[in-house]
C-alpha cells in the first residue's frame, strides 16, 4: 500500500502552464511506476502520463505529449507532472496513481492507490 497526495491544480488560461506535485508515502520502495490520470466531467478516467520510480523512463498520452513533462525527485519521494501549453480540454481532475508491477506501467493498466486528485481548469 502506498499514500498519494497531489497538490499544485488551479485555474490558467489558455497557452498557461502549471505544475502538479504529487508525494508519496508508505511502501513506496515497492513502486515500480508513478502515473498521472485524468477524468473530466461526464467522461471517463484516462492516462497521461508515467514514470518509472528507479530508471526514470517516462511516457505519454498521445493528447500531452510535446507539452507536459513528467519528473521525479525520489529523495523527496515525489513525481511532478509540467503542463505546458494548456488547453481548455486539459480541464479534469488531475489523479496520481502507483503500480507495483512493470507489465504495462506506460499504458496505465494495473494502477492503484489513486490520490484524492486536483482540479485543473484551463479557460479559453
Known amino acids: 500500500q502506498v499514500q498519494l497526495a497531489e497538490s499544485g491544480g488551479g485555474s490558467v488560461q489558455a497557452g498557461g502552464s502549471l505544475r502538479l506535485s504529487c508525494v508519496a508515502s508508505g511502501r513506496t520502495s515497492s513502486v515500480y511506476a508513478l502515473a498521472w490520470f485524468r477524468q473530466a466531467p461526464g467522461k471517463e478516467r484516462e492516462f497521461v502520463s508515467a514514470i518509472t520510480w528507479s530508471g526514470g523512463r517516462s511516457s505519454y498520452a498521445d493528447s500531452v505529449k510535446g507539452r507536459f513533462t513528467i519528473s521525479k525527485d525520489n529523495a523527496k519521494n515525489t513525481v511532478y507532472l509540467q503542463m505546458n501549453s494548456l488547453k481548455p480540454e486539459d480541464t479534469a481532475v488531475y489523479y496520481c496513481?502507483?503500480?507495483?508491477?512493470?507489465?504495462?506501467w506506460g499504458a496505465g493498466l494495473e494502477y492503484v492507490n489513486y490520490g484524492q486528485g486536483t482540479q485543473v481548469t484551463v479557460s479559453s
Open positions: 496513481a502507483a503500480t507495483f508491477n512493470r507489465l504495462g
